[in-house]
């Protein structure tokens, strides 16, 4: 029996070391050694060590065998997911046709949309030629201002009118032939005039609020053309025009350039304002169109205060700060026919603004308390404070800087709520 165990050892030891990987060949030392064990054992009769090396054996050849199962299941697993590799590369995610489809309809729309612009384009330029025909002019005025925000608004319309050659010598002639019919007595300017002409400057209005353009349009010179429109005596075709031109003004101080400001200051656009804002209101006209140069040239007023410049130009001469402020005074206090107060609240927030700033210069400002409207300081305008809590605002903070008690109390009381 041990004769047995031991060619049995023997031959399995050999099994081992000749065939499993190299890792597990010193399994097969093991059993050399525990062989040669088995021979001593055999060789000096110790019976009792055979139930020991048994034991070792069995333990050793479940060993193995678990090894094959682990070898097995690790071979099955990796079949598994090579297999599920080859139908994952087969197969196109879920997500790839909508996606392509989605791609589809997006260069489908760009393109649309490309045909769609290369056809304004077109239109565009097409209508620009029209002005260069005096029959077809007018019309091109007036579909050139239509579709200027919608149709041509991506497409460059200023520098195009800027850099199209002639255009601008031909809005200069527009501008001369109704220098006639402005200041004229006895012809009235007709209706389809006043459209003509407010078509063709908010077409320069167009050019100025485009940064390619607006440079050259003001070392042009071109807006010193539109001043004899702001001086036109008031009437209902005239407030039109003077609308028009005030939009151009303030289209070029949006961006609130130091060169813009400096080139209205020096060509006397601030005397022009104060006089549009201090002529009498036609009451038998619309009251809200008549109100709105008036309101457009206190805006003026008020971006050229804003500036460093601007406030130095106002506050300079007594003559011209007095000036300024018996205008805004008579901005506030105008009153109609029948005693009744006509500032509207448009132009009433633009005018506190303006003594906002004034009151910002420490030469000025202890004149302005006697300077002041009484209407600011009692409940002329008290409607309009409380549905306008930044009018009601703007309005404290004036009477604080002018140093009014009761505004004062007014301001503690509700920064202590």
Not at 201 to 206: C, D, F, S
């Given at each position: 029996?041990h ?53 070792h ?15 097995a ?56 030629q ?62 389809r ?29 071109i ?42 200051l ?10 549009i ?13 008549n ?47 029948k ?23 420490p ?9 002041l ?45």
């Open positions: 029996m004769l047995t165990l031991l060619l049995f050892s023997s031959l399995c030891s050999l099994f081992v070391f000749t065939t499993i990987p190299f890792f597990w060949r010193g399994a097969g030392f093991s059993l050399l050694g525990a062989s040669f064990f088995c021979c001593c054992c055999y060789f000096h009769s110790i019976p009792r060590t055979y139930t020991q090396i048994r034991t054996f069995y333990g050793f050849a479940s060993f193995l065998n678990n090894y094959n199962v682990y070898q299941y690790v071979h099955r697993v990796t079949m598994y997911y090579s297999v599920l590799q080859q139908q994952q590369q087969q197969q196109p995610p879920l997500t790839a046709m909508p996606r392509s489809q989605v791609d589809q309809q997006e260069r489908q729309q760009a393109l649309v949309r490309q045909s769609e612009a290369q056809q304004s384009m077109t239109e565009m330029l097409q209508q620009i029209y002005i260069y025909n005096p029959d077809t002019r007018e019309r091109a005025f007036s579909e050139l201002t239509k579709n200027r925000e919608k149709k041509y608004s991506g497409l460059d319309l200023g520098p195009a009118l800027w850099y199209s050659v002639g255009i601008m010598p031909i809005f200069l002639q527009e501008l001369v032939a109704i220098y006639p019919l402005i200041n004229s007595k006895d012809q009235m300017m007709g209706k005039d006043a459209h003509r002409v407010s078509n063709m400057i908010t077409l320069i209005h167009t050019i100025a609020l485009h940064d390619g353009s607006r440079k050259q349009l003001l070392d042009s010179q807006c010193l053309f539109l001043y004899p429109l702001l001086r036109a005596p008031p009437n209902e075709r005239n407030d039109v025009i003077r609308l028009t031109v005030l939009g151009v003004i303030g289209a070029l101080l949006r961006y609130d350039d130091q060169q813009v400001i400096s080139y209205l020096n060509s006397e656009m601030f005397p022009l304002c104060l006089d804002m201090e002529a009498p209101m036609d009451t038998s006209s619309n009251e809200q169109q109100d709105l140069p008036k309101v457009l040239a206190a805006y003026v007023v008020h971006k050229l205060l804003t500036s460093e410049h601007g406030l130095a130009y106002a506050c300079h001469h007594p003559d011209r700060f007095t000036a300024i402020a018996k205008v805004l005074h008579t901005c506030v206090s105008r009153k109609d026919a005693g009744k107060h006509i500032c509207s609240s448009r132009l009433l927030r633009h005018t506190i603004r303006c003594y906002l700033r004034l009151a910002d210069n030469q000025v400002s202890p004149l302005l308390p006697s300077m409207p009484e209407e600011l300081k009692n409940s002329t305008f008290k409607e309009f404070l409380e549905s306008d809590a930044a009018l009601k605002n703007s309005l404290l903070q004036l009477l604080v800087k002018v140093g009014d008690m009761g505004a004062r109390r007014i301001v503690e009381s509700e920064r202590a709520k």
